[in-house]
């Protein structure tokens, strides 16, 4: 990482980070271009659980290629000083390259699914999965082969680029992004369908 400063290396953090975010970015072998895809995932310590149609490119390439690179961040403020070079954003970032293993029947599949919606529906209030949906799908566990972290808070003191003057940063806030934990208590209550 050249930015060495920017260097996020606290594990503990990276994980609840990565157990609260919802949306990653999957880099997927092509040619003559990467194939990026958004999708839904759930971590767990080191791997990723993720899945899509069985039916679909991403199942296809995935088939040619297991190897696949992880995307997942989070804008956190925008920050503005008088010169414009120092125009920034506050974030967190991380990056995994990961080898991906295949799962495509149904006695492999189910559990995989069971593991992913503990972190949507950790209340366990769903009928069961049905063997049709199921196998209209093919899941994946990404090995973390390699991860990578940046961010960029002012409060931890990163400011501009070594050897350049701390800027005068003036910092305007996002509004809090889609995560996991800024949803309210009922979303995880047990009795919400019984009602």
């Given amino acids: 990482m050249r930015r060495t400063d920017l260097a996020w290396s606290d594990w503990p953090a990276i994980r609840a980070f990565l157990r609260d975010e919802m949306i990653c970015r999957v880099a997927i072998h092509d040619d003559p271009f990467p194939y990026v895809v958004a999708q839904s995932f759930t971590f767990l310590e080191d791997r990723f659980l993720i899945h899509c149609s069985r ?42 390259r990961c080898e991906l293993r295949t799962k495509q029947q149904i006695d492999e599949i189910r559990p995989h699914q069971y593991l992913a919606l503990d972190k949507f529906r950790p209340e366990k209030d769903y009928t069961p999965l049905e063997d049709g949906a199921l196998q209209q799908i ?48 009922d979303a995880f209550d047990r009795d919400r369908f019984k009602k």
């Fill in 55 to 96: 039916f679909g490119k991403m199942a296809e390439l995935l088939r040619a290629n297991p190897n696949v690179t992880i995307e997942v961040d989070r804008p956190v403020a925008l920050l503005k000083a008088p010169k414009g070079q120092n125009t920034s954003l506050e974030y967190y970032s991380v990056i995994a």
């Fill in 138 to 185: 093919v899941a994946f566990e990404g090995q973390v082969k390699h991860m990578s972290a940046k961010k960029r808070i002012l409060s931890d003191g990163q400011y501009s680029p070594p050897g350049q003057p701390r800027a005068p940063y003036l910092r305007y806030a996002f509004a809090e992004g889609a995560v996991m934990s800024a949803l309210p208590d």
